[in-house]
């Protein structure tokens, strides 16, 4: 790949507004809570956010409601320096929003409302061409429709981009074919590496068992996060495990996301995997000493120090 071409990432945008309470409340009980924080989150826009700090030439295609929450989030990423124009403010619809109670233990509940997210259609992928002619990597993940992440899979396919595909949050039924048969890289956490192989992840045995059978679903390269045990992947038909640093982990909110768009920016500019999850691995591991989403991504200062 040559470096400095575009990343483009395709997703989600949502605002997350959470109240700390002493408890969770029950079913028909008010509670009294306590700090309230708004947070700017979704994947997608985590991911883009992540490339751009991490040095990486972003594009945003996206959808978000026509309200205040939805010209705050614009705002924000253009303010970031990710090229906004085809992220969309949709009449008579809300930006996606979740709303997140969390007890004194750090326990949570979250409800999430799709929203604008839900909106986004394959027409937006294919206003979006453009874009796609001076792209390296397609980003996605599942919390836009499915027949929207596969045009914009084919779209970079017609442009030689690599299509890289964070398959969270894990849906109820198995990803189409037509989808998977499109990825070049998929990054599931031990749980979606296990909902996507039937083989559920706990060593370095049964991760190679995982890799190998969603391999067979059609992805070339699979790489499974596992938390402070690194992450696996497969080279030369051996497992490799890339550690990462040990942390005082504080929140894990957008370390996956911080991961992905890492891992994108490393491979834009050339690293082979195996220096690519390193990198993301670092990343990742700094943004979970720090509470929030967008807050807790690093720059890309912080990864060469």
Request: glycine share 8%; net charge negative; hydrophobic share 40%.
């Amino acid at each position: 790949m040559k470096e400095k071409k575009r990343i483009i990432v395709v997703g989600s945008c949502n605002t997350d507004m959470v109240i700390r309470v002493d408890h969770l409340p029950l079913p028909g009980e008010t509670i009294i809570g306590h700090d309230f924080i708004t947070n700017q989150g979704g994947k997608g826009a985590n991911q883009a956010v992540a490339v751009k700090r991490l040095g990486g030439d972003t594009a945003f295609i996206a959808r978000l409601g026509n309200d205040d929450f939805g010209a705050k989030s614009l705002r924000l990423l253009t303010e970031e320096g990710i090229d906004t124009s085809c992220v969309k403010l949709t009449e008579g619809v809300s930006t996606g929003v979740a709303l997140i109670p969390v007890d004194d233990s750090g326990e949570n509940s979250i409800i999430v409302a799709s929203g604008a997210n839900a909106m986004l259609s394959p027409a937006d992928i294919e206003e979006a061409e453009a874009l796609f002619e001076d792209a390296a990597i397609l980003l996605m993940q599942l919390e836009t429709p499915i027949p929207t992440l596969i045009s914009a899979a084919k779209q970079a396919k017609r442009h030689d981009a690599t299509v890289v595909l964070n398959p969270a949050p894990y849906p109820k039924e198995a990803l189409p074919d037509e989808l998977l048969q499109l990825v070049d890289i998929i990054t599931p956490n031990e749980t979606e590496a296990t909902g996507m192989s039937g083989i559920k992840v706990t060593d370095e045995e049964t991760a190679i068992s995982a890799i190998n059978e969603i391999k067979k679903q059609g992805v070339e390269k699979v790489i499974i996060t596992a938390g402070a045990a690194g992450a696996y992947t497969e080279i030369d038909g051996k497992l490799i495990r890339i550690p990462t640093r040990k942390t005082n982990v504080v929140d894990t909110t957008a370390a996956g996301d911080t991961f992905c768009g890492a891992l994108c920016v490393a491979l834009s500019r050339g690293a082979d995997i195996a220096d690519a999850i390193a990198f993301a691995n670092k990343a990742a591991s700094i943004s979970v000493t720090r509470i929030g989403a967008w807050m807790s991504i690093p720059y890309e200062k912080e990864i060469k120090d």
